[in-house]
């Protein structure tokens, strides 16, 4: 591609050239003509006789005019032509160069026209035109990037507005209960003061996220990386949560090698495979088994979490990451996360130079994580 381009350019410098050197060649041609014809008095007689013709005087008379007049000034003349024939020259060249960038201008402003039409200039401008094109759908695409980013902005605060408002609500309520009714049975304040402190550290645990996350998007995070014994990880995060596979009946099964190592921050990743194995927990069908697979390549680690559970639509995929986004819209901001688990995974994948990815098929849930091997 690079190539074809070079050589549509070089093709546009050849017409240039070759329209500049047959303009030059045209005006030397004609001064030539005029150095043949006048100084070589080849054009004497027509002058003889045109003088003659229409000025009615006599051969004799109409000779000495030319003689004295025409031919006697001849060098004048003869730089009066050349000067003519240059300007005629410059005039035709700037016409010409200016015709291309009139095509440019007319380019540039239909690169601010609000329409899909592709720019078309001349053939001999393609080099051109393929680049006006591109600019204007590069525009076109942060435009659309623009109004997504706007977008996904105000449904963040939404959505983070709602999910805030659900404890809160609760909180709120049960104080004003506790206030209304100070004679209220012990066990019963008890259970309300429980309730409302529950609500109060799941209100904090969002905000904290939220934060969090937004820590993450503005680079304000920092990594300390050292070498991890990530089959060590892994059993150890499997069992820390087995109180969250329990109720459900859920089983992790590792299938990796005992020496594998990775270079990463071991607060983060453990973050990451916590989020992902909580994930896990939540959506697959019960008394079923989570697989975590792990394997080196030549330049990265690659990580597979795989569950089973309902399939997730290829639309709900490409949002799996999104801020706030639940692929269950029946869960509430109490039973099921905040939304911002898997978000703050793959910021935190990023931030290490890796990428995340899910897919789902035949009721098979995958997470892989790829992460670079270290320099």
Request: glycine content about 4%.
């Amino acid at each position: 591609m690079k190539t074809d381009r070079k050589d549509e350019y070089l093709a546009f410098q050849s017409k240039l050239i070759r329209r500049a050197c047959i303009n030059a060649v045209t005006s030397a041609a004609v001064v030539v003509g005029l150095y043949l014809f006048v100084w070589k008095q080849r054009m004497g007689d027509w002058i003889v006789w045109l003088l003659e013709t229409l000025f009615k005087m006599g051969h004799e008379d109409a000779f000495y005019y030319y003689s004295d007049h025409f031919r006697g000034n001849k060098e004048i003349f003869f730089a009066a032509a050349v000067l003519l024939i240059f300007t005629v020259l410059l005039v035709r060249i700037f016409r010409w160069v200016t015709g291309y960038f009139s095509e440019v201008n007319q380019g540039i402003e239909a690169l601010l026209a609000d329409d899909e039409n592709q720019i078309q200039l001349s053939p001999e401008m393609l080099p051109f035109e393929r680049k006006l094109n591109t600019v204007k759908r590069t525009l076109a695409e942060r435009k659309a990037e623009t109004a997504l980013a706007e977008q996904r902005k105000d449904e963040l605060v939404m959505y983070l507005a709602h999910d805030i408002r659900t404890p809160l609500t609760s909180v709120i309520g049960y104080l004003n209960l506790l206030e209304e009714e100070p004679d209220m049975p012990a066990e019963q304040r008890a259970k309300r003061v429980h309730i409302a402190l529950e609500k109060a550290y799941r209100l904090e645990t969002m905000i904290n996220e939220f934060f969090e996350i937004t820590r993450y998007n503005s680079q304000q995070i920092t990594l300390s990386k050292e070498t991890i014994d990530l089959y060590y990880m892994l059993v150890q995060l499997s069992d820390e949560l087995s109180p969250v596979f329990a109720p459900r009946g859920n089983t992790v099964a590792l299938h990796l090698a005992e020496d594998l190592t990775v270079e990463a921050d071991p607060e983060k990743l453990a973050r990451v495979f916590s989020n992902i194995l909580k994930n896990a927990a939540s959506y697959s069908y019960p008394h079923t088994e989570i697989t975590i697979s792990a394997e080196k390549s030549e330049h990265e680690v690659i990580i597979q979490f795989q569950n089973s559970g309902e399939d997730i639509p290829s639309e709900a995929l490409a949002a799996l990451f999104d801020k706030f986004y639940r692929a269950d819209k029946s869960r509430s901001s109490d039973t099921g996360g905040t939304g911002l688990g898997l978000a703050i995974a793959k910021e935190i994948v990023v931030l290490h130079g890796g990428a995340i990815s899910a897919s789902s098929k035949n009721h098979v849930v995958t997470f892989t994580i790829s992460l670079p091997l270290a320099n």
